[in-house]
């Protein structure tokens, strides 16, 4: 990627069925060049997942994903011992203990040679590495797509630093991990809490807002083509008028994909109210919203009419 410019990266993006802003081409060519996580904030559906995704295909490496959640900590996020195979082990080796313990006539000796033996059961041979430290062993180098790290806990949080900072991670039993390959590492937050200053700075900030009309356009017409144009516009107008409105939750990217499919599935030929109504559960998610935007269908559907303000 080092050989793109951030001008032809947006071209590779919509090659891959991405439709990237200057911003997002700008922030992805950084992060890559100047081997920075890039932090992507931005509300739900804007395609901050989609983000990670159609880097790793245009990098043309593998994309590595870490799910956060409260509680999750470095057990789940970077590596676990494979208890299974140690006990099989341990029983299968327990004949060989009279064998172990020869030679030895004190019970710190014992002690001694026990840990020796134990030692053997943390090695790499029953490590079961999770998404961070697969991340660090790729070879050819990945994208890293920490999502939603803002449903984690502060404590997960500052266990990153490590890695953000230096592209490794500390494990008691085997030592330091260096990444072979520096990974493309991306961040995802909703903005359900603050995120601390210290990862921040780490991190390259991207914000990416809803899409404006000709850009949701552009999107619609690339991942659903065949649905026709006069359609795809009249729809796109009305999301968008949706969005003003005083909802409880904005219709995302992909819902509105989602209503464009059923465009098509349907063999709707135009877009008119009781369509609308019929397949509004496709785009709002709460009745309360879908009660709200059903009493001003008729008038939604007006060109150019525009939507009642915010509360």
Known sequence: MTALSHESLRERFAEHGYMATNAIAMAVYLGHALQKPILVEGPPGVGKTELAKASASVLNVPLIR???????????ALYEWKYGKQLLYTQILKD?????????????ESVSRLHEFGDIFYSEDFLEPRPLLKALREENGCVLLIDEIDKS????????????????????EIGTVKAR?????????????????ALKRRCLHLYIPFPDVVLENAIVRSRVPNLRE??????????????EMDLRKQPAISETLDWARALVLLHADKFEGQWVADTLNLLLKHEEDLNQVKSEINRLLVPGGGAPGRR
């Open 66 to 76: 870490l799910q956060c959640y409260e509680g999750l900590d470095e057990s789940k």
């Open 96 to 108: 060989k203990l009279g064998d172990l313990m020869k030679g030895t006539h004190t019970l710190a």
């Open 153 to 172: 806990d502060h404590e997960f949080e500052s266990f990153l630093l490590e890695l953000l900072s230096d592209y490794q991670i500390s494990v008691p």
């Open 181 to 197: 390959s520096i990974p493309l590492v991306f961040l995802t937050s909703n903005n359900t809490r603050e995120l601390s200053d």
């Open 230 to 243: 006069d359609l795809r516009l009249q729809l796109v107008e009305f999301v968008h008028k949706i969005r």
